[in-house]
């Protein structure tokens, strides 16, 4: 299996046909957790997974070249939103 850009895949997809089972990487984006499946005998960047520098993750290529924000921080300012909506009377 490709390592993914000295990392190793954050899972295996088997994806199973006629010609039998198929073993690829799988790879979490850090900051939107979309699943980019590696297939065999390609390179993680030959499907877009990049190496954020913020946060030291793998990012799919959707999220590369957009900054770091991973999904923890993007969830906890969210909430925030939603607290501060509902003090003001404003959300549900």
Avoid at 27 to 55: F, M, Q, Y
Avoid at 70 to 84: K, L, S, V
Wanted: a neutral charge; proline letters at 8%.
């Amino acid at each position: 299996m490709p390592r993914l850009l000295s990392q190793k895949p954050g899972g295996v997809v088997e994806i199973s046909g006629p010609d039998g089972i198929v073993e690829m990487g799988a790879s979490t984006c850090a900051h939107c957790n979309r699943i980019t499946i590696v297939p065999p005998d390609s390179k993680a960047e030959d499907v877009g997974i990049a190496l954020c520098h913020g946060c030291m993750k793998l990012v799919c290529r959707h999220c590369t070249g957009l900054g770091c924000r991973p999904i923890e921080q993007w969830c906890e300012q969210q909430e925030a939103r939603g607290r501060m909506l509902r003090d003001m009377g404003l959300g549900p």
